[in-house]
Structure formats: structure tokens, C-alpha cells
């Protein structure tokens, strides 16, 4: 099977950054597709970013120029680095990587607060 480990999420200021980690281990080599949803309690989940086939990358509206994809598909590892944090960002982050099938991080809780 293939495993999400993800790693970096914390608490932190407005105004600060973070940085987001995600490693795919498993039978599946290399992963065409990952990224980034994030899940706030009574909210639905949201994409946050993702990198498709080709480095295309797509980024939630309430992110862009602040939030950064990228990925290092040798290893089958994707990050998040997050920049200018507001509150609303406040959430659990969840890895997602395709191959035949989707699979899941755990989450990783990312909270903005003073």
C-alpha cells in the first residue's frame, strides 16, 4: 500500500509561515498527481494546491500569492510553503496523491492565532 506522511504543521502568528511536507512511500514508485485540501470543523473540504502532469499547478483563490506548491516527484514528495498566514487558514491540511486510486495523508493541524 501507499502511505502519506506529512509533517510541519504547527501553530503559528498572523503574518507567519509555514511550511508543509508530504512523502508517498510504498509499492507505487512515482505519483502523478499531489497536492493539498484543508478541512476547518463545519466547513467543507476545500483544494488547496495541487501539481498535475506537466508542473501545472492550480491554487485555491484564498491562497494565491501566498501559498506555494511544489514537488519532487523522484522521491514522490510534495510541499506547501505558506506565507502571510491568516486565521482563516486555521485547518487540517491533508495530503492527496493519485495513482489509480486516491490516497490520504492523515492531516496535519495548522493553526493561525495571536
Known amino acids: 500500500q501507499v502511505q502519506l506522511v506529512e509533517s510541519g504543521g504547527g501553530l503559528v502568528q498572523p503574518g507567519g509561515s509555514l511550511r508543509l511536507s508530504c512523502a508517498a512511500s510504498g509499492r507505487i514508485f512515482r505519483i502523478d498527481r499531489m497536492g493539498w485540501f484543508r478541512q476547518a470543523p463545519g466547513k467543507q473540504r476545500e483544494l488547496v494546491a495541487s501539481?498535475?502532469?506537466?508542473?501545472?499547478?492550480n491554487y485555491a483563490d484564498s491562497v494565491k500569492g501566498r501559498f506555494t506548491i511544489s514537488r519532487d516527484a523522484a522521491k514522490n514528495t510534495v510541499y506547501l510553503q505558506m506565507n502571510s498566514l491568516k486565521p482563516e487558514d486555521t485547518a487540517v491540511y491533508l495530503c492527496?496523491?493519485?495513482?489509480?486510486?486516491?490516497?490520504w495523508g492523515q492531516g496535519t493541524q495548522v493553526t493561525v492565532s495571536s
Open positions: 492527496w496523491a493519485f495513482s489509480a486510486r486516491n490516497f
Open positions: 501539481v498535475m502532469p506537466g508542473d501545472i499547478t
